[in-house]
């Protein structure tokens, strides 16, 4: 006898895997009272030295 295939197991998961190459990036901004608060924020890999470039300024 054939195996059941459960209707929730993803058979093709790696087959049409579609992935976007991401990064994350957190700067740390100095607030007026000296304390630091963390801004993350997810871009493309290509748009990281712009978002850095941004972030600095």
């Known amino acids: 006898m054939a195996k059941r295939v459960s209707k929730n197991q ?7 895997a579609q992935g976007k190459d991401m990064a994350k990036i ?4 100095k607030k007026e009272n000296g304390h630091y608060s963390f801004r993350q924020k997810m871009v493309p890999v290509d748009e990281v030295q712009d978002e850095l470039k941004a972030a600095r300024s």
């Open 10 to 16: 993803r058979t093709d998961r790696i087959q049409n």
């Open 26 to 29: 957190v700067a740390a901004v």
